[in-house]
């Protein structure tokens, strides 16, 4: 048997360049946005997709553990090396064509998610999901994580978007999942199956991506309301109308007072500090226009104040403050525990009330926003790390949120995934049956376990973790 | 070890009056729609769904085939109990209620498509996937097929609407997959590796969809060409000028043939016999206005001729030409090897040329029809069963078809699955490697193999079988 080293020496003798050891790149590979670091033995940066067959037949031959990293935009852990081996940068692996007739994208899983909807865009057609990090993040990560973002409750979420993918097994072995046709009922779904499955069920190299039409018109409102159960009522009642907002972003109190605060800005001159909804709605020029009747008389009928972008550098500016708010939190803590929970409509009310408890007996700022049209919800539990009393507070709030929103039928991630962060707490979604299919397919698919290793079943509390002091370019300030 | 018989007598001693071992019922759950007839030992009919859960756990034990059915509408041979051993019947568990609020249907899997519909435009609400057998079929063998339909270009395919499943294990372990929420990020995806399982991986109960608000406006637009290929061609045209039609189907001149001589009508005075594409507009009305400029300017431009249905009584007419036409088939041949492949969109023309050289190969008829948003065409080779040089040409018609169908880049099946009839045909598809991880999955989930044995992999020639002569409430005439 041989060692790792001689392995990985194996494996450079192979691909050359492709594999880099030097500490610098290793060091570079060994965190993502949660900035917890583990050393991997060599960074691969493939080339091409095949050069991916040859590292992960070499590394389940000799189960070495395989990490696949994107830009490393996830907050969950999911890209760190915990147990070493090796780690595929796929960045590289880019490319981005359009099929304008058919309204499809098909890209390389290394594709950063804003250019892919920028090079859709100059041919009319639109990709959807947006997560706040799209300008980094890649198509891949996004894949790995089924994320989503603002459009997701009109429009859904990466999981939606995904026509067919390619990639390898564990074995190395080249597999394609679904062709690039709106219609596939051919077999067992594991294209699905891989979407979300965090890069530990096989490697995505390559996806075909549904596009629609791009639309002409957008048209955005702002809206106040008295508290935050008033809030989420009135949201409801909007979607009771069956009116579908493009985007419907809801900002509590406290999250409102610390994008003011860090923008040193009033988000809605005269509703200062008041929770607020920013709408908007996207479709053709005329079907903007009805729906914008609907959607005036409802906030007459709902809000305290409300108020339309008379312009796209206005609309910007609204939604510049709404893409802020997430980094201004760190004004009120060092440390944030941050919760993409979903919660189901039926229980928008008992969810305003639950959450102002919390606060009120965590005593730790929680400021909250999010995406209505959908449920998730982003709950950011502020606290101090040097200060025992805070982490503890936030440890007991956290667990109680997750049980909380779990019991109100909901669940513990929208679009982050589990990675390591949300570990702690998978079986309060699961039941123990579910949790073995999920096992038993892991095993079937990857029986070695060399793909990212140590994620989803293992219960690791990351935030208890030392972390790196690196700024990331998408970190606040 | 005990006997089948035995085994039998101790599951009706649990659930009892569920329990049905008479010859007739056994005899009525021994085919679907392929007609091709297996008896079983039993017929359950769960009065709720923990019955379920017994019947799996004591067949898990005692590894007694379990096969799972609706209606039985599919006519690959999927609900077909090959070995013996029970079946469920899941008609009873048919409960439907609307989420008006969230737009989400919950319902049983023993609900009917149409009903499902129903009762969800009463509240405004709108179900798109529509198979033609929507007044018959399942919800349950719709997510087992992941079927389709004329809606599935714009909106999607049953899986495009499944939020959540929930479900047993062959063990009889009750598991949910998801939550009534639109995002859902936690843990592996099992319920989109339900979706199209043909009941082999988990026996669905029930499920959480999501609806679209109802569109208010429809319009319709008959329009003929000079020949397929033209019809092909303009309909990539539509498509890349961004339109998106809600429902866009096409009619080949043997189709329009067959269909015009079983209803002894014209469908387009003036155009007799030549292919046709029905088109369908749905949105706001201003939407709909808009939109109907751009497809009059196409149809100008791309078709011979062009029509509007000027009520919903005349649309009804045209849609009721195009739903019959498949039945109408039966007058060219007493057998039919009706294939649901697709094809992408790029190679539509060359499609064209293809079926045409097929057509004249073969001897044979092989009217076409289909759904042109999605490339999912519906390839109807027609023979004499009792002529083996038609039956011959028959089989090699099909061959060649799904040989040349993955060679262009699309699938074998897009809305139907593999069933029995398709077997022969999963291997065009799908790599070694491919079909090796599905039924690695497979033993993953089902060790045992209980659930819906003899489907998917084993290879068989579904169309050699005897067919029973029964009539089903879906057959022609």
């Given at each position: 048997m041989k060692t790792p080293v001689q392995v990985t020496a194996s494996l450079k003798r192979r691909l050359g360049a492709a594999v880099d050891v030097s500490e610098k790149g290793r060091w570079a590979a060994s965190f993502d946005s949660s900035k917890i670091s583990f050393l991997p033995d060599a960074v691969i940066t493939p080339r091409q997709e095949a050069d991916i067959g040859v590292v992960l037949e070499m590394a389940n031959r000799h189960r070495v553990p395989v990490t696949v990293r994107g830009r490393?935009?996830?907050?969950?852990?999911?890209?760190?090396?915990?147990?070493g081996g090796w780690v595929i940068d796929m960045l590289r692996l880019n490319k981005i064509s359009i099929d304008a007739d058919a309204g499809m994208a098909h890209v390389g899983a290394g594709a950063t998610t804003a250019n892919i909807q920028a090079t859709a865009e100059k041919l009319g057609w639109f990709y959807p999901p947006d997560p706040s990090s799209k300008n980094y993040c890649t198509i891949g990560g996004n894949i790995a994580c089924n994320a989503g973002g603002m459009h997701g409750g009109k429009y859904g979420v990466t999981r939606d978007f995904i026509i067919a993918l390619r990639g390898y097994l564990p074995t190395g072995e080249f597999v394609e999942w679904?062709?690039?046709?709106?219609?596939f009922s051919a077999g067992f779904n594991l294209r699905d199956l891989w979407i979300g499955s965090e890069g530990m069920l096989g490697v995505v190299t390559g996806a075909v991506l549904k596009l629609v039409p791009l639309p002409p018109a957008r048209w955005t409102l702002l809206t106040s309301f008295k508290d935050e159960g008033a809030a989420l009522k009135a949201a409801r009642a909007l979607f009771r109308a069956r009116v579908q907002p493009a985007i419907c972003e809801f900002l509590d109190r406290e999250s409102v007072v610390c994008a003011e605060r860090a923008m040193k800005t009033t988000i809605f001159p005269g509703q200062a500090g008041r929770p607020v909804i920013l709408l908007e709605l996207a479709g053709g020029v005329s079907e903007v226009d009805d729906l914008k009747l609907e959607v005036l008389a409802w906030a007459q009928a709902n809000a305290l104040g409300f108020k339309e972008a008379r312009s796209r550098d206005e609309a910007e500016a609204l939604w510049t403050v709404r893409r802020k708010c997430s980094g201004a939190m760190f004004e009120l803590g060092d440390a944030k525990l941050n919760e993409d929970i979903v919660v189901p409509m039926r229980n928008y009310e008992k969810f305003a009330r639950y959450l102002a408890g919390l606060k009120r007996k965590s005593g730790l700022p929680i400021p909250t926003f999010g995406h209505l049209a959908d449920g998730n919800l982003h709950v950011n539990i502020m606290y101090h790390r040097a200060d025992p009393k805070e982490t503890k507070a936030a440890e007991a709030a956290v667990q109680n949120l997750m049980e909380t929103v779990v019991s109100f039928g909901g669940a513990i991630s929208g679009e982050h995934g589990i990675g390591l962060a949300k570990t702690p707490f998978l079986r309060i979604q699961h039941s123990p049956a579910q949790v073995k299919a999920m096992q038993a397919v892991k095993k079937a698919l990857d029986p070695r376990g060399i793909l990212n290793p140590g994620k989803m079943f293992k219960e690791v509390r990351i935030w208890k973790y030392p972390k790196l002091q690196v700024h990331l370019p998408w970190d606040h300030k």
């Open positions: 490393g935009t996830t907050l969950m852990g999911s890209a760190a090396p915990v147990r679904g062709t690039a046709t709106k219609k």
